[in-house]
């Protein structure tokens, strides 16, 4: 790919609770065979049961993958939890924390989310951590404040974590609902963003954006100085679609 943009391009997929094995390795063969890593870094965030046949399935590959949370404790008696070691020992590349789903539906609060940003980075895993507003929010004209608020204790890791952390961008109101941000409207958020991490002396972290993307929405989106590439729902699940947003 010929790009001008001062950071990589980052194309990842959020399974979410999708999937079954023969789905899953029809819709790897489909990503493997057409080399999607030649145009940007590209990977899929999986539920945790099929991170083995992934990496089965993906080992050798460009392709790269992980999880889509992590628990912010080593190990003990959280039942149901995954440590950061565990993903480490299936291959994970990425973990998503944050999601604007395990804060709504799991009410996991903003030092929560740094906690787990925090034991991902411990474990060698890179955080993909994700900050939006709702609708609500954005029509109280409060968007700014909301991801101050969100990434508040993420910058708070400091400098060398944030560093090794990639950011998304995802506005709750466009997230599986059809509705995306606009690319102006996207790129103001992610502005105030690159404006806090150049103060903290990280401008080259990665801010990707998530909502709705699509291949037909994907290069205008992409073509914003501050977008660096995609977190896809939906999108991800449908082959063609998903290598024509990391084609974009
Ligand atoms: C997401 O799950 O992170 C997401 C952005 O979903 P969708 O692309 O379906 O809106």
């Given amino acids: ?57 993906l080992e050798g590959s460009s392709i790269a993958w992980g999880a889509q949370d992590v628990s912010k404790h080593d190990k003990g008696a959280y039942t149901g939890e995954v440590s950061a070691a565990m993903l480490v020992e299936f291959g994970c590349t990425w973990a998503l924390v944050g999601h604007s789903e395990r804060r709504s539906l799991h009410g996991e609060s903003d030092q929560m989310v740094a906690d787990k940003a925090a034991a991902a980075l411990a474990a060698g895993i890179t955080p993909v951590v994700c900050v939006g507003e709702s609708l609500d929010e954005r029509e109280g004209g409060n968007t700014l404040g909301v991801i101050q608020r969100q990434l508040a204790p993420v910058l708070a890791l400091g400098a060398d974590a944030l560093a090794r952390m990639v950011l998304a961008y995802e506005p709750v109101w466009a997230i599986g609902t059809g509705r995306t941000a606009s690319p102006e409207q996207a790129q103001e958020v992610h502005s105030a963003i690159r404006v806090a991490l150049q103060g903290l002396g990280v401008p080259q972290v ?26 896809v729902g939906g999108a991800s699940l449908v082959a063609d679609e998903f290598l024509r947003i990391a084609a974009a």
């Fill in 1 to 57: 790919m010929t790009t001008t943009h001062a950071r990589a391009r980052l194309v990842l997929g959020n399974w979410k609770m999708h999937g079954n094995l023969a789905g899953n390795a029809a819709l790897l063969d489909a990503l493997g065979t057409a080399d999607p890593a030649a145009h940007c870094q590209f990977g899929v965030c999986v539920p945790f049961p099929y991170l083995a046949q992934v990496q089965q399935l």
């Fill in 206 to 231: 990665q801010v990707l954006y998530g909502g709705s993307v699509k291949a037909a929405n994907a290069a205008s989106l992409f073509a914003m100085p501050d977008i660096d590439g995609a977190l």
